[in-house]
Nanobody, 126 residues
Framework: QVHLVESGGGLVQAGGSLRLSCAAS????????MGWFRQAPGKERDLVAA????????YYADSVKGRFTISRDNAKNSVYLQINSLKPEDTAVYYC???????????????????WGQGTQVTVSS
């Protein structure tokens, strides 16, 4: 089982920035991609950013490219999401997760584990 704890969300004005953090536990994650997902009210949970097990490759959804930056610290089993130039449409609950398959190279289609944390709420006011 994987345990995920997200933090760093909040209420910010449009144009502001946040840094989200996710601490993972339950197994070793060095060989697994990690990703950030978000779910807005009434919508499905979507992948917005992912990072390879090595940290050398990243994926971003088109809607966040140039504004979001994902990073990871394997020594801390943690993944981070720097969010800049926030827009009202970024308002959502943000979740992190780990890929179910080791050393996946096609990050856009990573398959998250069935375990989800509580998420962290990001609210952007206009």
């Amino acid at each position: 089982q994987v345990h995920l704890v997200e933090s760093g969300g909040g209420l910010v004005q449009a144009g502001g920035s946040l840094r989200l953090s996710c601490a993972a536990s339950g197994r070793t994650f060095n060989n697994y991609a990690m990703g950030w997902f978000r779910q807005a009210p009434g919508k499905e949970r979507d992948l917005v950013a992912a990072i390879s097990w090595s940290g050398n490759n990243t994926y971003y959804a088109d809607s966040v490219k140039g504004r979001f930056t994902i990073s990871r610290d394997n020594a801390k089993n943690s993944v981070y999401l720097q969010i800049n130039s926030l827009k009202p449409e970024d308002t959502a609950v943000y979740y992190c997760n780990v890929d179910s398959i080791a050393r996946v190279t096609h990050l856009a289609t990573m398959t998250p584990t069935p375990w989800w944390g509580q998420g962290t709420q990001v609210t952007v006011s206009s």
